[in-house]
């Protein structure tokens, strides 16, 4: 039987406070610039978004550790996969876009007929396709359209990495993904039609390809380690070569980062940042106390519960910032998050509640 892998649980908490604060970031921005820590409090929040990077790489990992050796389970079939995957998906999300379209109509934040081309988008999960849309309703929905695209990609790609093994696919989707970046930068500059589809993609494959890759191929060679260890062992049996890289990307990617940021391109910037994400990700993951963590009702919990938190934070924040004009803003944010950030996990285990209950009921 499979072991629970619990770090995740820690790590995935982790990234979910780091997007729910940078959402704050977004709603109120003066709070982060006008506050007794300095404007270095506005840029560390508004780097949560990074969170996302964190969390697809997850994704890969959990995809991907089921079917990885030893004892790895044979890939499903396409049809199977996607039923099985998007069904997990879809109720939340759709019971999520359904709340926050009757809380826009009611307050008439747009227009009937806008709000109904950007429903039907984000019902078949094509948002990322129409920058005119992007961030219609509900912004953080982008990532379900790019969630969706992994989905459609991920059997393809886990035949790729058992074929040619984790390094050989691995490099194959970083010189894809960021190569056509980087072409596509260039393009950018010369060609107004290549500066569209280079911002579109940003928020789609396979631009973003690397993020889920790396977190599949870690499964890979981290599950024959893992297998080795005995039941309640503290150690985590991360392969020492993956560790280094994890320390390297942290201590001298970091310092990079925070220097040359600004200054790089967005190509270069984000693979920098990515890098730092998972070298930060990957430390933690190699620290038995993040296990241990992870192992505590409460953090599972909170785990468990991030996914319907990221589809239902991002309204509250927004209309309580318009509730909070008349504050200065660093009180505004303090008494926002205080607010906001319980609200958002009652409904988010109330919206988690409704749908387990129609899924017994179906059963």
Request: glycine share 8%; charged share 10%; proline share 7%.
């Amino acid at each position: 039987m499979q072991r629970r892998v619990t770090q995740i649980e820690s790590i995935r908490v982790l990234a979910m406070f780091g997007i729910f604060f940078y959402h704050l970031w977004t709603v109120l921005p003066d709070g982060g610039a006008q506050n007794p820590f300095g404007p270095i409090l506005g840029d560390i929040m508004s780097q949560g978004y990074l969170g996302v990077v964190v969390f697809n790489a997850i994704t890969g990992f959990v995809l991907t550790l089921p079917h990885a050796n030893p004892g790895g389970k044979p890939p499903l079939a396409y049809f199977d996969f996607f039923r099985r995957r998007f069904g997990r998906i879809t109720p939340q999300y759709y019971l999520s876009l359904a709340l926050w379209s009757v809380v826009a109509l009611i307050a008439g934040a747009m227009p009937l007929a806008a709000l109904g081309a950007c429903v039907a988008e984000k019902l078949f999960f094509v948002q990322t396709f129409d920058p005119a849309r992007f961030f219609c309703l509900e912004p953080a929905l982008w990532w379900m359209g790019l969630l969706a695209q992994f989905y459609l990609t991920f059997p393809l790609l886990l035949r790729l990495f058992t074929k040619y093994g984790p390094a050989r696919t691995t490099i194959g989707c970083l010189a894809s993904g960021w190569g056509l970046w980087i072409v596509l930068s260039l393009l950018a500059k010369v060609s107004t039609t290549a500066a569209l589809f280079d911002y579109m993609l940003y928020f789609n494959l396979p631009y973003r390809l690397p993020e889920f890759a790396l977190g599949m191929a870690f499964a890979l060679v981290w599950k024959a380690r893992a297998a080795a260890l005995r039941d309640g062992d503290p150690e985590t049996g991360i392969p020492t070569s993956w560790l280094v890289g994890f320390l390297a990307a942290t201590y001298l990617a970091l310092p990079l980062a925070i220097v040359f940021k600004a200054h790089l391109p967005a190509i270069l910037a984000h693979i920098l940042l990515t890098i730092v994400c998972l070298g930060l990700a990957g430390s933690l993951f190699s620290w038995p106390a993040m296990a241990r963590l992870g192992a505590k009702p409460v953090v599972s919990l909170a785990a468990a519960t991030s996914y319907s938190f990221y589809l239902l934070h991002q309204p509250i924040l927004g209309y309580g910032a318009n509730l909070l004009k008349s504050l200065p803003p660093f009180a505004a944010m303090c008494l926002l998050a205080v607010v906001s950030l319980p609200v958002s996990y009652t409904l988010s285990r109330w919206q988690d509640r409704i749908v387990a209950k129609f899924e017994a009921r179906g059963k």
